[in-house]
C-alpha cells in the first residue's frame, strides 16, 4: 500500500435514521451499506450517491432494536438479529426490499448472525450458545456451540468450515474449531491475559489477528496450527475490532477510548513492520466517529457518528459527482485553509492556509500541485490567478507586500511590490488580465499585469470608509474589468459595499442609495449586479437587526430591480454567480447554501451546512466551479466552541441525476445530507 500514490480522503454523510446505529457493513462489492438501528429499521444506502435504496427505504419486521446486520457472499440478501430474539433474512438486491420467510427464533438474547461464504446457511449467536442453520428451512446443519462470551465475538473462516473463538475459561485463550465436527484444528491460542475482544482471519485464510482486554497488543497466529507468529504490542489501547484489506498485509482496528460512552479511535496497521499508515484519515476519522467498518476491497471506510444517528462514507478513490462531497485534507495537515479559489479553467484550486503558505491542488483528485509558495516573512490573506492561469498575486498581512508567481515554476516572478501601509487583505486579477489589484485596510493599489511593464504601480484609490473603525474585508472586478466592488466590513461586524469605477477611480453611480449598505456581487452579464446581506450585526452570535433576508438583482441598464431571490432565514453572508450566469448561489446565517434560477428567482436546490460544527458566520468563501458542476465553500473562524475550519464541495443540481431530489428541508432528516 504506496500512501503516495492514495489521494486525499473524501467524506460523504447519511442521514436518515431517528436511533442509534448499532452494526453498519458493507456488501461484497462495496457498492452498498445495510445499517442496523435501535429505531427497529434496517436501511441500505447506495455508497456512491449517498442514498437510500429500495422500496419501501426502511426495512421493518423487527419488534425490537435491530443489532446486527450482515449481507450474503452475492450481496442479495440480508440477515439481522433484534432484541426482540428473532433472526430475519431479507431481500436486499431486487427493487422491492421485503423479508423472506418466518423469522427463526431459535434463541435467547440473540446478539449476532452472518452468512456463511455458501450464501445457503447462517450462524447466529446470543451470550451463550451459538447455532448453525439453513437459511431457507431454518433447520440446524452442525451441533450448537456452547458460547463463553458475553459479546458475541467469534470470526469464521472465509472458507467456511471452521471457526475461532474463546475457550470455556474466559482467559483470553482461544481455540480453532472444525464446524461440521466440533473438533480443535491446531493446538490453543494462549497468549492473551484477558477476556478476547476481537478476532479475524485473514482474506486467504493463513492468518487469525486477535485482541484481548487490557493487554493492548495484536497477536497473529497460523490459521493451521494455531502458533503464535507475531506480536503488536505498542498500542496504547485495547482493540475491540479488527478487519482485513485484502492484501492480508494491512488491517483497520477500532480500540476503545472510553468505556462509559463507548468512545472509539480508528487507526491502520502494516501487520509486517508494525507501523501505523494511513495516519492522515485516522485522523479524519477519529474526529468523527464512533466505531468504523472497512469496505472489502479497502478503498472505503464507513464510520458512524459520536451521537449514533448518522454515517460518513470516507473513500481514497474518485467519486462520481452526487449530492455532497466533502473534501477535509487540510485537517489532517498542520494548517487549516483560509481560503479557496478555482483557476479560470477550473482545473486547479489555490488556497491560502495557517501555516502561511499558498497551495495549488489539482482540483479532481485534490492532490497538490509543486511546492508550496512561502517568500511572504508573514500570513497569506488572499491570493488569485491570472485570467490565463499562468500567474498567481498574493498579498501578506505582516510584511504589507504583493508578490506575482509562476504558475508552472512556483518561482516568484521579479521583486515584492510595495506601498501598502498595513496589511494587504484582498488581490485580484482583472478579467482581461491587463491588471491587478490589491487592497489594505483602506485603500487599493492597481496595478499593471502586462508582460512589459509586470507590477508597475498605475494608481491608488482612497476608499471612503463610513468610519474611521471599518476596514475593506475583500474586492472584486465586474465582467468587464470596469467596475469594482469592495466588501467593507464595520466594527460591530456588520457590511456594506462600494462600487467603484476605474476609469474615474472614484465610486460609481449606479449604486442605488437603498442598497449601500449591502454586500455585492457581479453577474457574468455585465448588465446585473447582485445585492445582498442588508444587516448590521452588533456581534457575531447575534442576529441581524434587519429584517431583510432576500437578494435583489440589479440592471444596470434600467436602474431597477430585476428579480427578488426569497427564502432564506436569515441574513445572506455571501452570494455569486455560476459561470454562465444561469444560477445564483447564497449562504445564510439560517445554516443553508441555496442554488437560484438567475431568470426565473426560483431556487433550485438548498443544501443544509454543517450547523453547530461549522457556524455559518465563518463561512469566507463561496464560489462555483468554472465548468458549473461544483459549489466550494471554506469556512474560517476563530472560536474555541466551534469546529471552524472545514472545506465542503457541493454538487450543483443541473450535475445531479435526474430526478434526484435537491430540495433538502432542513427539520427531514431523510433527505438532510
Excluded at 61 to 71: D, N, V
Excluded at 226 to 240: C, S
Excluded at 552 to 557: A, D, I, K, P, R
Excluded at 603 to 631: C, F
Aim: contains cysteine.
Amino acid at each position: 500500500m504506496d500512501e503516495s500514490d492514495v489521494p486525499c480522503p473524501t467524506y460523504m454523510t447519511l442521514y436518515g435514521h431517528t436511533g442509534e446505529i448499532y452494526l453498519l457493513e458493507f456488501s461484497p462489492d462495496g457498492q452498498y451499506i445495510v445499517t442496523a438501528s435501535r429505531d427497529k429499521t434496517l436501511r441500505i444506502w447506495d455508497t456512491q450517491t449517498c442514498s437510500q435504496v429500495g422500496d419501501p427505504v426502511v426495512l421493518t419486521g423487527h419488534r425490537g432494536p435491530i443489532l446486527s446486520a450482515c449481507f450474503s457472499p452475492d450481496g442479495t440478501l440480508v440477515v439481522s438479529t433484534s432484541y426482540d430474539e428473532t433472526v430475519c433474512i431479507w431481500n436486499a438486491q431486487s427493487k422491492v426490499h421485503e423479508q423472506l420467510g418466518e423469522s427463526f427464533t431459535g434463541h435467547i438474547d440473540v446478539e449476532k448472525a452472518l452468512f456463511f461464504p455458501n450464501g445457503k446457511h447462517v450462524i447466529s449467536a446470543s451470550e451463550d450458545t451459538i447455532l448453525f442453520w439453513d437459511a431457507a428451512t431454518h433447520a440446524q446443519i452442525a451441533e450448537p456451540l456452547i458460547f463463553h462470551h458475553h459479546e458475541s465475538i467469534f470470526a469464521v473462516s472465509p472458507d467456511g468450515n471452521c471457526i475461532a473463538l474463546q475457550t470455556e475459561d474466559d482467559d483470553g485463550t482461544l481455540e480453532i474449531l472444525s464446524i461440521q465436527t466440533g473438533a480443535r484444528i491446531g493446538q490453543l491460542l494462549a497468549g492473551h491475559r484477558n477476556s478476547v475482544w476481537a478476532v479475524a482471519f485473514s482474506p486467504d485464510g493463513q492468518h487469525i489477528v486477535t485482541s484481548a482486554d487490557g493487554d493492548h497488543t495484536l497477536r497473529i497466529w497460523d490459521a493451521k496450527t494455531g502458533a503464535l507468529i507475531d506480536v503488536i504490542d505498542r498500542l496504547d489501547l485495547d482493540v475491540i475490532r479488527v478487519s482485513f484489506f485484502p492484501d492480508g498485509r494491512h488491517i483497520m482496528t477500532d480500540t476503545r477510548v472510553n468505556y462509559t460512552n463507548n468512545d472509539t479511535r480508528t487507526h491502520f496497521w502494516d501487520l509486517k513492520t508494525h507501523s501505523q499508515i494511513r495516519q492522515d484519515l485516522s485522523m479524519l476519522i477519529n474526529d468523527f466517529s464512533a466505531f468504523s467498518s472497512l469496505s472489502p476491497n479497502g478503498d472505503q471506510v464507513a464510520s458512524v457518528s459520536p451521537d449514533y444517528l448518522s454515517v460518513r462514507i470516507w473513500s481514497s478513490k474518485p467519486r462520481v459527482d452526487t449530492r455532497t462531497r466533502t473534501r477535509a485534507q487540510a485537517r489532517a495537515q498542520s494548517f487549516k485553509l483560509k481560503l479557496a479559489s478555482y483557476s479560470p479553467a477550473g482545473q486547479s484550486i489555490i488556497t491560502c492556509g495557517t501555516d502561511n503558505n499558498v497551495r495549488v491542488w489539482e482540483a479532481e483528485m485534490y492532490s497538490q500541485i509543486g511546492k508550496p509558495l512561502t517568500e511572504h516573512s508573514g500570513k497569506f490573506n488572499s491570493a488569485s490567478f491570472s485570467s490565463d492561469g499562468q500567474l498567481i498575486v498574493t498579498g501578506s498581512s505582516d510584511d504589507k507586500t504583493v508578490r506575482i508567481w509562476s504558475v508552472e515554476t512556483g518561482v516568484q516572478v521579479g521583486d515584492p511590490l510595495t506601498g501598502h501601509i498595513t496589511e494587504v487583505v484582498s488581490v485580484a486579477f482583472s478579467p482581461d488580465g491587463t491588471c491587478f489589484i490589491s487592497a489594505d485596510e483602506g485603500s487599493i493599489r492597481v496595478w499593471s499585469a502586462r508582460q512589459s511593464d509586470l507590477g508597475k504601480l498605475i494608481q491608488v484609490i482612497k476608499i471612503h470608509l463610513s468610519q474611521p473603525e471599518d476596514q475593506i474585508q475583500s474586492i472584486s472586478f465586474s465582467s468587464w474589468g470596469q467596475l469594482l466592488g469592495v466588501n467593507i466590513e464595520t466594527f460591530s461586524g456588520g457590511r456594506y459595499t462600494r462600487i467603484l469605477d476605474l476609469n474615474i477611480g472614484d465610486e460609481a453611480s449606479i449604486s442605488p442609495l437603498r442598497y449601500q449598505h449591502s454586500s455585492v456581487c457581479f453577474s457574468p452579464d455585465e448588465h446585473l449586479i447582485l445585492f445582498f446581506g442588508h444587516a448590521e450585526l452588533t456581534h457575531h452570535w447575534l442576529r441581524e437587526s434587519s429584517s431583510d433576508h432576500n437578494l435583489y438583482l440589479w440592471s444596470v441598464e434600467s436602474s431597477s430591480i430585476q428579480r427578488t431571490f426569497s427564502g432564506h432565514k436569515d441574513t445572506v453572508l455571501r452570494a455569486c454567480f455560476s459561470s454562465d450566469g444561469k444560477h445564483v448561489v447564497s449562504a445564510s446565517l439560517d445554516s443553508t447554501i441555496r442554488v437560484w434560477h438567475t431568470e426565473t428567482g426560483s431556487q433550485a436546490a438548498m443544501y443544509l451546512t454543517l450547523g453547530w460544527y461549522h457556524h455559518p458566520y465563518y463561512l469566507k468563501t463561496i464560489e462555483v466551479s468554472p465548468d458549473g458542476k461544483r459549489i466550494l465553500s471554506v469556512y474560517y473562524g476563530y472560536d474555541n466552541d466551534y469546529d471552524d475550519h472545514h472545506t465542503q464541495i457541493w454538487a450543483m443540481p443541473d450535475s445531479l441525476p435526474p430526478g434526484t431530489n435537491v430540495n433538502y428541508s432542513i427539520e427531514n432528516l431523510n433527505v438532510r445530507l
